[in-house]
């Protein structure tokens, strides 16, 4: 049963404040998934504190990286039912799992984190995992 | 920010690998550990053996991407239990 939606709210905004894209039905989620070239982040976001409340400041910091992905979404499990659903769809051949963190990569999978690879991390650590998957294969930004 | 848990052990929310001193180990969430046993959400279990491999070759599976599960809940009594660890240290 989904949580009050005012309680989730700031859980929501602290991806949403640093550039997240928000998917709330499977609609949005088959439009973000739709762009198959470049690189993009999903976000499974949740409410449990025990891994989530270190993956959300850990996704944060590693957006402050120059290296970054061109997109950047998060459905939330247990609140957007439906796109929750239709995201691990596209994730098909990895158990459900919240918070967990995909990477993309012309529309291929290459990277994903699952919620027993927060847990008890912090979000320097968590950081660090998606910095080095953005240096890896995310351009660096043109300059202008 | 998040939800926290009063008056739960350490490892409430966390994915641990529960081992028997039978064929059958245990992959879920944590919910506590008390005298009466390990409760856990979101299990899977193997069995040794199951599907040609090894708990450990299970074990090892699961720490990749984590597990199906088959039980939304499940205690295992503590007198079965010979180790608890967590999954993301695997």
């Keep these: 049963m989904p949580y009050s939606e005012m309680m ?6 602290e991806l ?10 499977a609609a949005d989620v088959d439009a973000f998934m739709a762009e198959k ?13 025990c891994a989530a409340g270190m993956a959300r ?26 796109a929750t659903a239709r995201a691990r769809g596209y994730l098909a051949d990895v158990p459900p799992s919240s918070p967990s963190i995909a990477f993309f990569k012309d529309g291929e999978l290459v990277y994903f984190i699952p919620r027993h690879r927060i ?26 | 920010m998040g939800t926290f848990h009063q ?15 039978g064929p059958e180990i245990f992959v879920g969430r944590c919910d506590d550990v008390t005298d009466r046993g390990v409760f856990l959400h979101d299990v899977d ?10 708990k450990e070759d299970y074990v090892k599976r699961a720490a990749q991407l984590g597990v199906w599960k088959k039980y939304d809940h499940l205690v ?3 007198e079965r239990v010979t180790s608890i660890r967590r999954l993301g240290e695997i």
Excluded at chain 1, 61 to 81: H, I, S
Excluded at chain 1, 122 to 144: Q, R, Y
Excluded at chain 2, 7 to 20: A, M, N, P, R
Excluded at chain 2, 45 to 54: A, K, L
């Design chain 2, 45 to 54: 279990v193997h069995s040794d053996g199951e599907n040609g491999r090894s």
């Design chain 1, 37 to 49: 070239t470049g690189t993009a982040l999903l976000v499974v976001n949740s409410v449990c504190g």
């Design chain 1, 119 to 144: 847990e008890g991390r912090d979000a320097h650590a968590v950081a660090s995992d998606l910095t080095a998957v953005f240096n890896e294969n995310c351009p660096v930004p043109a300059t202008a």
């Design chain 1, 57 to 82: 400041p850990g996704i944060r910091l590693a957006l402050q990286n120059e290296r970054r992905p061109d997109r950047v979404a998060t459905v939330f499990a247990g609140q957007d039912l439906e």
């Design chain 2, 7 to 21: 008056g739960k052990g350490e490892l409430h929310g966390i994915t641990v690998v529960v081992d028997t001193d």
């Design chain 2, 76 to 78: 295992i009594p503590n």
């Design chain 1, 8 to 13: 989730v709210r700031p859980m929501r905004e």
């Design chain 1, 16 to 25: 949403t404040s640093a550039g997240v894209k928000e998917l709330r039905t």
